[in-house]
């Protein structure tokens, strides 16, 4: 909330301070300290598009410190490239064909803070193999992802992992999953589902993800090797 292009406007945050159970007194407190600057939502230009849920997810991510991912299938929305996403925008059901921009957009706008000089969002992610193999778009789409995931790889705040196919079992086979983490709040557990998501703020329920995510990290190649994987794969897809 200290950031300005990253900041909510008051009515939001009282919502995501409600979320969180805070006290009544310091939520009036916020929401006066923020009146003079309310001038909407950092996603007002996608609102049309942006489901309930995932616009709860978008304050939150916004409000965060760091955030760790699990993604078995394909590249994360954090680390797509346009082309990539556009792609994966085009194959979606529930994204209606005029709408495929502005979701594209969207996705890369919530990207932006992974290079903000100000306030970077330090980033833990890990991949599986398959996720680096799967085809979207075009060859020329794929490359590009790939570079762009070593790029990002390079950066101080970002820590890409992937996990090899060869590992077999881990703790997070039942699927994705992303934990969020505060300054001022207990971290949270997010999982989404076709049309809605799971919010935990539980303890005892995010601790159990947060050990997933220890596990998944330990079992995952380390970045250097992880970036050695994606530069194999980069230079295998060379026409």
Do not use: C
């Not at 950031?3 to 409600?18: C, D, I, M, N, T």
């Not at 006066?32 to 995932?54: H, K």
């Not at 994204?95 to 969002?121: K, T």
């Not at 833990?124 to 680096?132: C, G, M, N, P, Y």
């Amino acid at each position: 909330m200290e950031s300005g292009r990253y900041g909510q406007p008051p009515g939001e945050v009282a919502k995501l301070l409600a979320f969180y159970d805070a006290d009544p007194d310091r939520i009036a407190r916020i929401v006066a300290l923020g009146q003079e600057d309310d001038t909407g939502s950092w996603w007002a230009p996608w609102a049309g598009v942006i489901p309930d849920w995932l616009r709860l997810f978008a304050g939150l991510e916004g409000m965060s410190q760091s955030v760790f991912f699990y993604e078995p299938l394909a590249v994360h929305g954090l680390l797509q490239t346009e082309g990539y996403a556009t792609a994966v925008a085009a194959g979606a059901r529930r994204v209606r064909p005029a709408d495929a921009d502005l979701v594209v957009g969207f996705r890369m706008e919530r990207a932006r803070r992974l290079v903000d000089h100000e306030n970077p969002l330090v980033l833990q992610a890990v991949l599986e193999e398959t996720a680096l193999h799967r085809p979207v778009g075009d060859r020329e789409v794929m490359r590009g992802q790939l570079a762009h995931l070593l790029a990002l790889n390079r950066l101080p705040n970002i820590d890409i992992r992937v996990i090899r196919t060869s590992a077999g079992v881990h703790p997070a086979l039942a699927g994705q999953f992303t934990l969020l983490q505060f300054k001022d709040f207990s971290d949270v557990a997010y999982v989404e589902l076709q049309e809605d998501a799971i919010y935990l703020h539980d303890p005892t329920k995010v601790r159990a993800y947060n050990m997933s995510a220890e596990s998944l990290r330990a079992a995952a190649l380390g970045p250097r090797e992880t970036n050695s994987l994606i530069a194999s794969l980069i230079e295998g897809s060379q026409p």
